[in-house]
């Protein structure tokens, strides 16, 4: 679900860092350093990157491109290959039997089998085309908040970790306990209160 | 500040807590909400609740689905010892309306519908598409964010075990 969607879904990120200045073109390094890559002649079976929010599928980070009002708009773009195990299957079975006829012997060891099965899901990735998954972001500078236009726990997950190798600064999700330490604003006398609470309603657990 | 997986499953209870007292503080503090914005505001239960009830080993999920859904099963399921999981919640702010679903474990904000706006026809219309749709979505963010800081506060102070759990339970059980 995109941000220009009719409905969209959000987790809340805080930002827990600034970036070097000039921040426009370390910003556009960055992004262009972990940029999305092709792999459909690839054998890999997973890729992660940045893309740009109006091009998902062909990344331009040039100038301020990724710059919308007062915000940094752009996108994660996860490009998975996946193989149903019954075509890994069909594919196993031709490979082992050529190669039975080929030796002319009655099986194949477990060694063999298995070095078969890497050789099919390599040919079949290469393949196999890559399907997308793009999932948009606003990162609001001034603010530190991030808004992250997914709710999926593998793409928030993604999101995380490409998050820190790009820019070198962590991201905290905005769950409950996070939201009241960090983003409500209480006192230190509030917040060692906070530490100690325990549950008061519903049954116990 | 506390590891953050150690904190999300200690502190859980949290946004069930939030999600229950949402609930009580719409049926019983439409005044407050309405000054929550200088323009005419109005919070209602949308057409989902979740609930949840806890016990030992087992958990017990509760739905209660509808636009004019009877919200009496929720309340049976409170008095029995189950919490809000997630609340669907309609906004109104002047002439505008804001659909959504929280989810307590999270602070997730699913299934965000807001006011309609222009459509984007040309590369263009996206930027100001982009600010006009960020402008609307931090309306319900910071509505959200109003409502949890009023509950934050409130947990963190005598007076939740003092004033607020004897009046929700009061609520539970008339």
Redesign the interface.
């Known amino acids: 679900m995109g941000l220009l969607s009719s409905t969209v879904s959000i987790t809340r990120y805080r930002v827990e860092g600034k970036l070097r200045k000039p921040v426009l073109e370390t910003m556009a390094e960055c992004l262009k350093e972990h940029a999305i890559r092709e792999i459909e002649d690839d054998v890999s079976a997973k890729i992660v990157g940045w893309t740009s929010f109006d091009k998902p599928f062909n990344p331009d980070f040039r100038g301020s491109s990724f710059v919308i009002g007062t915000h940094f708009v752009f996108s994660l773009r996860v490009d998975k290959k996946s193989i149903p195990s019954s075509v890994v299957k069909k594919h196993c079975a031709m490979e082992t039997a050529r190669r039975l006829a080929e030796t002319k012997r009655p099986y194949l060891s477990r060694d063999e089998k298995r070095v078969v099965k890497e050789h099919v899901i390599s040919v079949l990735s290469k393949r196999i085309p890559a399907t997308p998954n793009v999932y948009d972001l606003i990162w609001n500078y001034e603010d530190s908040s991030l808004w992250f236009f997914s709710t999926l726990k593998s793409a928030n997950e993604e999101l995380e970790t490409l998050f820190f190798k790009s820019f070198q600064i962590p991201i905290v999700r905005l769950f409950p306990y996070t939201t009241a330490d960090l983003a409500m604003g209480l006192s230190d006398t509030q917040r060692d209160i906070l530490v100690r609470l325990s549950a008061t309603l519903g049954a116990k657990e | 500040?506390?590891d953050?997986s150690v904190?999300?499953n200690?502190?859980?209870?949290?946004?069930?807590?939030?999600l229950?007292?949402l609930w009580f503080f719409i049926e019983n503090g439409q005044d407050e909400i309405k000054k929550l914005e200088q323009e005419p505001v109005s919070l209602q239960i949308g057409n989902r609740i979740v609930l949840e009830?806890?016990?030992?080993d087992t958990v017990e999920s509760i739905t209660i689905k509808g636009d004019d859904a009877d919200l009496e099963e929720g309340i049976l399921a409170l008095r029995?010892?189950?919490?809000v999981s997630e609340l669907n919640l309609w906004y109104k702010l002047g002439d505008q309306e804001w659909r959504f679903t929280v989810?307590?474990?999270?602070?997730?904000?699913?299934?965000?519908?807001?006011p309609a706006t222009g459509s984007?026809e040309s590369?263009e219309d996206?930027?100001g598409?982009?600010?006009e749709?960020?402008y609307l979505?931090e309306k319900a963010?910071q509505l959200t964010?109003n409502l949890?800081?009023q509950f934050?506060?409130l947990?963190?102070s005598e007076d939740?075990?003092k004033r607020v759990?004897p009046s929700?339970k009061k609520w539970i059980s008339a």
């Open positions: 500040m506390l953050v904190s999300y200690r502190y859980r209870f949290l946004g069930y807590e939030y229950t007292w009830n806890r016990q030992k029995k010892g189950a919490v989810k307590a474990e999270s602070l997730h904000m699913v299934s965000l519908k807001c984007v590369q996206v930027e598409a982009v600010l749709k960020v979505c963010v964010d949890f800081k934050i506060t947990r963190v939740w075990n759990i929700i």
